[in-house]
């Protein structure tokens, strides 16, 4: 996105886009951003195609999934390796993310989803096996997040 800025239309794009993408029209949006709705569906398709919105998903809820556990695994990968690691660790059973830290020995944040400890063991095995060095193992309790509320308050 070097040669792209998002102006006031694209902000108030991605903002409606994070509050519902599945259920708002081009014509919704438009009304917010007073816009066109054709200039509207072409900003999105610039935005995707910019890799600015990387795609559209569910947040699912994976303890009322069965999935009640999450557990973040703190790793230590050689440095010029750990963002080449980063698809394999995403295709370990359980894995749902991984976050690349460019800050302290702990460069790679793995987040985990299982039914009991006999799932998330294996995860930790895995990227044991892969040479990473499982430093730190955190059991969490609850998750939630928000939407970037920035791009709708400038």
């Known amino acids: 996105m070097a040669d792209y800025e998002l102006d006031e239309t694209d902000r108030e794009i991605l903002a409606a886009l994070q509050e519902d993408a599945r259920n708002l029209s081009s014509g919704e949006i438009a009304e917010r951003t007073?816009?066109?709705s054709s200039t509207v569906r072409k900003r999105i398709q610039r935005l995707e195609s910019e890799g600015v919105v990387k795609g559209y998903s569910a947040?699912?809820?994976y303890q009322k999934s069965g999935y009640p556990l999450r557990m973040l695994l703190f790793c230590t990968a050689p440095?010029?390796?750990?963002?080449?690691l980063i698809e394999d660790i995403l295709d370990i059973?359980?894995?749902v993310s991984v976050q690349e830290l460019v800050t302290g020995e702990?460069?790679?944040?793995?987040t985990a989803v299982?039914?009991?400890?006999?799932?998330?063991?294996?995860?930790?095995?895995?990227?044991l096996d892969m040479g990473l060095t499982v430093a730190d193992e955190v059991l969490v309790r609850s998750h939630e997040s928000t939407p970037f509320d920035d791009f709708s308050s400038r």
């Open 34 to 36: 007073e816009a066109s």
């Open 59 to 61: 947040d699912v809820d």
């Open 79 to 84: 440095i010029p390796e750990r963002g080449d």
């Open 93 to 95: 059973s359980g894995v």
């Open 106 to 110: 702990k460069n790679l944040l793995v």
């Open 114 to 127: 299982g039914e009991a400890d006999d799932d998330i063991t294996p995860v930790a095995q895995e990227l």
